[in-house]
């Protein structure tokens, strides 16, 4: 599969199967974020793969919001859950030492995500970035000391779903249909490309 294959082909996986993913993987995925491009080569992201499948469950129920639901009271059921996360963290201490804007280790995590989830789409599995999670639980829960911030959780396995695309008509809301098969509505090249200037 070529990038822009890869690029059109991929879907954020909500649903996966009961099949472990291989850490030497995640390794993988971790050294093309490593590589991403990083704002003046700065390089203040870490990261945390977790694969241990007693402390999956523990990552996993820090997630406030999964699959346009709010976490169930006694916590996500084990059915589809994610198995392995990818946690992105910014050394704080490192980030203090450059005086820039944060918003450009915010792009930084952002291409680093993105390099991870083609480099495991490209091995066969699916991820979701997650941001809606508590990030004082699962310092916790991973022993993350306080100067790193936690920017990110991605979700990743087998996918046991095939999301839809299809073309979008307002609203752009992702929906369900009566077979559990999500739909994710993406507008137009036409609608968003401008020529050389704005019209």
């Given at each position: 599969?070529?990038?822009?294959?890869?690029?059109?082909?991929?879907?954020?996986?909500?649903?996966?199967?009961?099949?472990?993913?291989?850490?030497?993987?995640?390794?993988?995925?971790?050294?093309?974020?490593?590589?991403?491009?990083?704002?003046?080569?700065?390089?203040?992201?870490?990261?945390?793969?977790?694969?241990?499948?007693?402390?999956?469950?523990?990552?996993?129920?820090?997630?406030?919001?999964?699959?346009?639901?709010?976490?169930?009271?006694?916590?996500?059921?084990?059915?589809?859950?994610?198995?392995?996360?990818?946690?992105?963290l910014i050394n704080t201490c490192l980030e203090a030492e450059f005086v820039g804007s944060k918003r450009d280790t915010?792009?930084?995590?952002g291409l680093a995500a993105e390099n991870i989830i083609l480099v495991a789409l490209e091995q066969g599995i699916g991820?979701?970035?997650?941001?809606?999670?508590?990030?004082?639980?699962?310092?916790?829960?991973?022993?993350?000391?306080?100067?790193?911030?936690?920017?990110?959780?991605?979700?990743?396995?087998?996918?046991?779903?095939?999301?839809?695309?299809?073309?979008?008509?307002?609203?752009?809301?992702?929906?369900?249909?009566?077979?559990?098969?999500r739909h994710i509505p993406k507008r137009e090249l036409k609608y968003i490309i401008h020529k050389n200037r704005f019209?």
């Amino acid at each position: 599969m070529d990038v822009y294959e890869a690029v059109t082909k991929r879907r954020s996986i909500r649903k996966f199967k009961d099949i472990p993913v291989p850490y030497e993987l995640l390794e993988r995925c971790i050294n093309g974020a490593r590589l991403a491009p990083t704002a003046r080569n700065n390089q203040f992201c870490s990261y945390i793969a977790v694969d241990d499948e007693q402390l999956l469950p523990s990552v996993f129920n820090t997630v406030g919001a999964w699959a346009g639901q709010v976490r169930p009271e006694n916590g996500w059921p084990p059915e589809h859950s994610p198995k392995a996360h990818i946690v992105t963290l910014i050394n704080t201490c490192l980030e203090a030492e450059f005086v820039g804007s944060k918003r450009d280790t915010y792009y930084d995590v952002g291409l680093a995500a993105e390099n991870i989830i083609l480099v495991a789409l490209e091995q066969g599995i699916g991820g979701c970035l997650i941001t809606s999670f508590e990030p004082s639980k699962l310092r916790q829960v991973l022993n993350i000391p306080d100067n790193y911030e936690i920017a990110l959780v991605l979700a990743l396995g087998y996918p046991d779903e095939s999301p839809v695309l299809e073309v979008a008509t307002d609203p752009v809301k992702r929906w369900v249909d009566s077979g559990g098969v999500r739909h994710i509505p993406k507008r137009e090249l036409k609608y968003i490309i401008h020529k050389n200037r704005f019209p």
